[in-house]
């Protein structure tokens, strides 16, 4: 990337380094790029003191509302906010914005058990451009990371950023160390998921490497990138007939696996005779969220594979949650 040039170049710079040994690459490229975009405002307004005043970040802000959506506009600014922060602790004066609120709209497509088993089977027989540094390893990489996306309902970027270290296949648990909002969580894994991921460690030669990355690719340094992750997925759903086209609407994609797994962990729940009061609690903590207001667009869509379940869902979700949206 271009280096920064406006007046608290230094400090971006600073807060930069930091950041990035708490966030994923993926989360740490998306920082830097928006934090690039301040700094070339900063040199266009030609900022020539040390104080960031409303009227800047009005102007920055004003300079891209109208052609993102609210979602990316809150994003860019939740960024933002937390490098203002760390401008404040070094005793600087800031004008801290506040944090745009957004109305999430977006439906997930809930996959049926015969459209998994046909990704799980495309993704098994995927076909890889031989030479490529970042796909090199796909076809045995993909279909383990597909596995994991399923079975334990994870981000796709915190899962990439896995590495063998952070594997206990004794205990048949994940640790997480880089995920959304800087939470660290252990996640435990069915133990047919288990053992299907130690052979995957044993034909990808992984074994007692605690350093590698659990989906490598040709450099040391980096893990399967989400790219390269969401096209091989693209090339599933195309095998696997799954080519559902909603108009105004994002289609099928990895994030959709997690939505799953929520309603099928509450549905399975349920069978099992637990009230949604003992079980949501639960499976809030286990997808990371800092409260059930995260929980609840995972347990709330528009279908009809779950009905019953999504019914008494939103009977018990009435009165528990707020009705200010909230960032998952």
């Not at 399967?224 to 108009?247: H, T």
């Not at 009230?275 to 667009?297: C, I």
């Amino acid at each position: 990337m271009a280096a920064l040039m406006s007046i608290f170049k230094n400090e971006l710079n600073d807060y930069l380094a930091i950041r990035q040994k708490t966030m994923t690459p993926e989360s740490h490229y998306r920082t830097h790029t928006i934090l690039a975009g301040f700094d070339r405002y900063l040199s266009d307004v030609c900022l020539a003191e040390k104080v960031v005043t409303e009227k800047i970040i009005n102007g920055w802000i004003n300079r891209f509302s109208a052609t993102n959506s609210r979602k990316t506009v809150s994003d860019k600014v939740s960024r933002l906010r937390k490098f203002l922060e760390y401008l404040l602790h070094c005793g600087y004066t800031v004008f801290m914005p506040g944090c745009p609120k957004y109305s999430d709209e977006y439906v997930p497509y809930i996959f049926s058990d015969a459209e998994v088993a046909g990704i799980f089977e495309a993704a098994d027989n995927l076909r890889v451009v031989p030479g490529h540094p970042s796909t090199r390893y796909l076809k045995y990489t993909f279909p383990m990371l597909l596995r994991l996306l399923h079975g334990c309902g994870l981000r796709l970027g915190e899962t990439l950023s896995l590495r063998v270290r952070d594997v206990n296949f004794k205990n048949g648990t994940l640790l997480l160390r880089h995920t959304k909002n800087n939470k660290q969580r252990l996640v435990p894994m069915h133990r047919e998921l288990t053992e299907i991921l130690r052979r995957y460690c044993a034909a990808m030669m992984l074994v007692g490497k605690p350093d590698e990355f659990l989906f490598p690719t040709d450099s040391p340094e980096k893990p399967l990138p989400q790219a390269s992750a969401r096209n091989a997925f693209g090339k599933a759903l195309a095998c696997a007939g799954v080519n559902v086209k909603i108009p105004g609407r994002r289609g099928p994609c990895l994030h959709c696996f997690r939505h799953l797994f929520a309603i099928k962990s509450f549905a399975q729940a349920e069978n099992n005779g637990r009230a949604p009061d003992a079980s949501v609690p639960f499976l809030s903590v286990y997808l990371g969220h800092y409260d059930m207001n995260g929980t609840e667009k995972y347990l709330k869509f528009s279908g009809d594979m779950f009905p019953r379940h999504t019914e008494m869902f939103e009977t018990f979700a009435v009165g528990v949650f707020s009705e200010v949206p909230d960032e998952v």
